[in-house]
């Protein structure tokens, strides 16, 4: 059974870095697919943050990619995301999840299987 | 970046069949946008129904079942349950990125 299970701090201040690992049992990294980051402002639907491959090849939501970095640790059985310059808007749960997509054509082909619980992160001074 | 759009709220009696619609404002949504459905319920994370259309997760119950309807994407319910109250995500792809729809709060009633 694949599992995730995302770790990090709960409050960031604003203008700060926003950092969170994802740690992955059950399956290698390393074997393939994608490994992507979404969150859920309280209340509100989900947003695609950015996944990467386990060849470190990433793609990031257009509206966040000037912010946003994903990094894999085969090694370490993890993938990360840093968020910089947050404000009260990046305040959300956010997950991580398996993303066992092929690009076609530049195009996303499958989807997110397996998914963490989740983590809330506040963004407040 | 395109807008997916879903609606808002459902209804849905105990044994019925309930039809859900993702739309896109880029034109009609084909299967090279690789749709993707998603349940979630209070206080817990998504967790995957469908994808690439139509095709089922291991742990998909079989009265769920994804497709395309009029221009969008539609997932299906036949035979709701009490427990498949929850809101429902569609997921598109595009070129370098992926777009959630907003949400349908389906209700057994």
């Known amino acids: 059974q694949v599992r995730l299970q995302e770790s990090g701090p709960g409050l960031v201040k604003p203008s700060e870095t926003l950092s969170l690992t994802c740690a992955v049992s059950g399956y290698s990294i390393s074997s393939g697919y994608y490994w992507g980051w979404i969150r859920q402002p309280p209340g509100k639907g989900l947003e695609w943050i950015g996944s990467?491959?386990?060849?470190?090849?990433?793609y990031y939501n257009p509206s966040l990619k000037s912010r946003v970095t994903i990094s894999v640790d085969t090694s370490k059985k993890s993938f990360s995301l840093r968020l910089s310059s947050v404000t009260a808007a990046d305040t959300a749960v956010y997950y991580c999840?398996?993303?066992?997509?092929?690009?076609?054509?530049?195009?996303?082909?499958?989807?997110?299987?397996?998914w963490g619980q989740g983590t809330l992160v506040s963004v407040s001074s | 970046q395109a807008v997916v759009t879903q609606e808002p709220s459902l209804t849905v009696s105990p044994g019925g069949t309930v039809t859900l619609t993702c739309g896109s404002s880029t034109g009609a949504v084909t299967s090279g946008h690789y749709p993707c459905w998603f349940q979630q319920k209070p206080g817990q994370a998504p967790r995957a129904l469908t994808y690439d259309t139509a095709i089922k997760h291991s742990w998909t119950p079989a009265r769920f079942s994804g497709s395309l309807l009029g221009g969008k994407a539609a997932l299906t319910l036949s035979g709701a349950q009490p427990e498949d109250e929850a809101d429902y995500y569609c997921l598109l792809s595009y070129s370098d990125a992926r777009v959630f729809g907003g949400g349908t709060k389906v209700t057994v009633l």
């Open positions: 990467i491959h386990h060849s470190g090849t990433t």
């Open positions: 999840a398996r993303d066992r997509a092929t690009m076609i054509q530049g195009v996303f082909k499958g989807g997110f299987d397996f």
